[in-house]
């Protein structure tokens, strides 16, 4: 297959995910089911043991559409799974929508930034773009770190010349370290307030 028709084919691949993850956000917002814990866990609990498998589609989600913070979601997969299956379950979940973003951005660049997040934000981290290695080490550091916007960061790395296997590994590396602390964090909430 030549290059062209590759990169058509993963332009197409890419718009039609992108569009699938629009309207599944759109269909569970409609639904409420972003709107509590309880929401959500009275969504999954309708899907039995399928459930899982939704939650990691949901996180997935979650990060190419942001409508919940990843930190709200993290803590509602430990607290609706239990430490071990939701760690894995926030883990991998995340981790594909990151690749998806980063994936979007790749294909569509800063006119799809400039679409889906604020100026504001946008020209704050866009100076860390000046300096690939300098990037590197700031994507890095967002990634492992709680509390930064770190799904934006994945569709700006996507606009940069990072290369798919430095974006893999940073994602892969440094993702379970934060969301190890979500997990944490959840641990201690169900301690205090138990469901």
């Keep these: 297959m030549d290059h062209n028709r590759l990169k058509k084919l993963m332009n197409a691949a890419s718009m039609a995910l992108f569009v699938l993850c629009v309207a599944l956000g759109i269909w569970l917002w409609r639904k409420g089911v972003f709107q509590s814990k309880e929401a959500l866990q009275d969504f999954l609990t309708n899907y039995g043991g399928s459930a899982t498998t939704l939650f990691l589609v949901l996180q997935a989600v979650q990060v190419v559409i942001p409508i919940l913070p990843g930190g709200v979601s993290c803590l509602a997969g430990v607290l609706l799974f239990g430490p071990w299956l939701g760690f894995v379950l926030n883990y991998v979940g995340i981790s594909l929508g990151s690749f998806v ?46 509390g930064l916007p770190d799904d934006f960061l994945c569709f700006l790395a996507g606009t940069t010349g990072m290369s798919w296997k430095k974006f893999a590994l940073i994602t ?16 201690g909430f169900r301690a205090v307030f138990p469901l």
């Design 101 to 146: 973003a980063f994936a979007m951005a790749r294909n569509w660049g800063k006119p799809l930034l400039n679409k889906l997040f604020s100026k504001k934000l946008h020209e704050k981290y866009e100076r860390w773009t000046h300096e690939s290695r300098r990037f590197d080490r700031l994507f890095a550091l967002a990634i492992f770190l709680p």
């Design 172 to 187: 892969v590396t440094c993702r379970p370290l934060m969301i190890f602390a979500y997990s944490l964090g959840a641990l």
